[in-house]
């Protein structure tokens, strides 16, 4: 079968349960921006806990997914492998809980959540059994199962979806929701219970005991994967972090309340550009496995380079597609309280772009055994984002955020490029790349440049119109024509 249609039906199965998480945000902002109506701070605070777990992921699975990918192709005990992995991410989060449970009234006082205790330890177990989840599932990834993979995912978020319209609707006040957040986080719990239990197979076979040598092995090569992963993460949810530490200043008037209020409108409009991300997390979870195994390929630098244009292309049509229609796309956010955050959305989209790009390209750190180029790139992007944040957040708010992690993935995206081209060339298509990017940067400039008014119709058609265009010329540079699309 040919290696791309492979990772393409692959991708599209993976796909299916990102899109429905990822739609599960869409379908959810309305109803959160419902319930919060009055109460912007409370999505707030619901967004400041998920960064947290987004950070905590990085730390508490390790760096074992991708471990595990690439150290299965060198062994002929793929189970000792994957052993060696699970009790190593089981056994850091049993440590995490326990040391959570213990010190969570100073973690909830540290992060500004005094008297909510229960966030802390309702975030801590979703973090803890998620990890857990992940090498299991990274294990259907590898083999290919990505129909049992879709399935479990499918469960776990309908019952996610199913508990959140529950007990939002039945049981907060929209008058005085602070319940709203503690029960998110009892839907995300729940939510989470359902991989493991449906993993159970995976779990009960684990014998206790770890391969110290090879487990050594393994860490050298995770642990710059780790550094990278947070290094990353800084990069994608610090700014929530930032903007409640750095607005928040009580002497001034601008209390705690005011500035989860900021992160509110920030979050639900981020979601925005979710779209982008829709897309690299299908392609990630399908891509990663693929690259690995086409290691020992002659032909791997001709796939990873035709992947690379047509990845291109796709990311930049979803930033047309959205930012000309965010006219549309704004009332998935039912509150018009938070629309004040829109102009950051294209901005955002296309920080997405530059970052999908550089995680495709970063797969030459990983098949080179040089993950600490990685590290080294997320960590130059972790003091740039902590800089530009530090520095203008006090006068520009969530603007400066939007426009750091625009800088920062653009500036990962061209550090990756000239080190890999150094240490592992892969001869990408710029011409390419560059004409797909710059003729979408275009459009978007000259669509804000028409002076529409108040003529929504013709503003719609026009712009659609210049997508229609844009779509044309990458299928005609890309050699791909209608009718043989229509035999197909």
């Known amino acids: 079968m ?3 249609k492979k990772l393409l039906g692959q991708t599209a199965v993976y796909g299916l349960s990102s899109i429905l998480g990822r739609t599960l945000n869409y379908l959810l902002v309305p109803l959160y921006t419902w319930v919060f109506e009055e109460h912007p701070e409370e999505y707030g605070v619901v967004s400041q806990l998920y960064a947290f777990v987004a950070f ?6 390790f760096g074992m997914e991708t471990t595990y990918f690439r150290f299965i192709q060198d062994s002929d005990d793929k189970k000792r492998v994957f052993q060696n992995g699970f009790l190593t991410v089981l056994l850091l989060n049993v440590g995490f809980f326990l040391l959570l449970l213990g010190f969570n009234r100073n973690v909830a006082d540290a992060l500004l959540f005094s008297g909510h205790t229960e966030y802390i330890i309702l975030m801590g177990a979703i973090v803890a059994i998620d990890a857990v989840s992940s090498l299991p599932l990274a294990k259907l990834r590898s083999e290919e199962k990505a129909k049992e993979f879709a399935i479990i995912q499918f469960s776990s978020i309908g019952v996610n979806i199913v508990l959140n319209l529950v007990l939002l609707y039945a049981f907060v006040d929209r008058e005085d929701p602070v319940k709203g957040v503690f029960y998110i986080l009892i839907a995300n719990l729940v939510s989470s219970l359902v991989k493991p239990i449906m993993l159970r197979k995976d779990f009960t076979g684990i014998k206790l005991k770890l391969d110290i040598p090879l487990l050594r092995k393994m860490m050298v090569y995770a642990i710059p994967i780790v550094i990278a992963g947070f290094a990353g993460i800084i990069n994608e949810v610090i700014d929530r972090i930032m903007l409640k530490q750095m607005l928040y200043d009580p002497a001034n008037g601008f209390t ?3 500035a989860d209020a900021e992160i509110g409108i920030y979050s639900a ?20 496995p693929f690259f690995f195994n086409q290691m020992k390929n002659q032909d791997r630098n001709k796939l990873y380079i035709k992947l690379m244009n047509y990845f291109v292309a796709i990311v930049c049509l979803i930033f047309l597609a959205v930012s000309l229609n965010l006219d549309i796309f ?3 956010i039912s509150n018009e309280t938070f629309w004040s955050g829109l102009p950051v959305v294209p901005v955002l989209l296309l920080a997405n772009v530059f970052f999908g790009v ?9 098949l080179s055994n040089q993950t600490k180029y990685g590290a080294y790139i997320s960590i130059m992007g972790a003091v740039l984002t902590i800089a530009i944040n530090y520095l203008f957040i006090p006068e520009y708010g969530f603007r400066a955020s939007a426009w750091a992690t625009l800088i920062v993935y653009a500036f990962q995206m061209v550090v990756s490029y000239l080190w890999g ?14 004409l797909y990017l710059g003729l979408s940067i275009l459009i978007y400039f000259v669509s804000t440049w028409i002076p529409y008014g108040d003529h929504s119709v013709i503003r719609f058609a026009l712009n659609n119109g210049m997508i229609i265009l844009f779509v044309y ?14 035999r197909k």
């Open 269 to 288: 409009c981020y979601k925005l550009a979710m779209l982008v991300t829709i897309l690299l997390q299908a392609y990630r979870y399908a891509a990663e």
């Open 421 to 434: 081209q150094k240490h592992f060339p892969i001869k990408y298509n710029l011409r390419k790349f560059f």
């Open 330 to 332: 704004k009332f998935f």
């Open 2 to 4: 040919n290696p791309l």
């Open 358 to 366: 550089y995680i495709n390209q970063s797969i030459w750190y990983k």
């Open 256 to 258: 705690a309340k005011m």
């Open 473 to 486: 010329i990458v299928m005609s540079v890309e050699g791909v024509k209608l009718s043989a699309l229509r």
């Open 56 to 61: 905590l992921m990085i730390l508490l699975t």
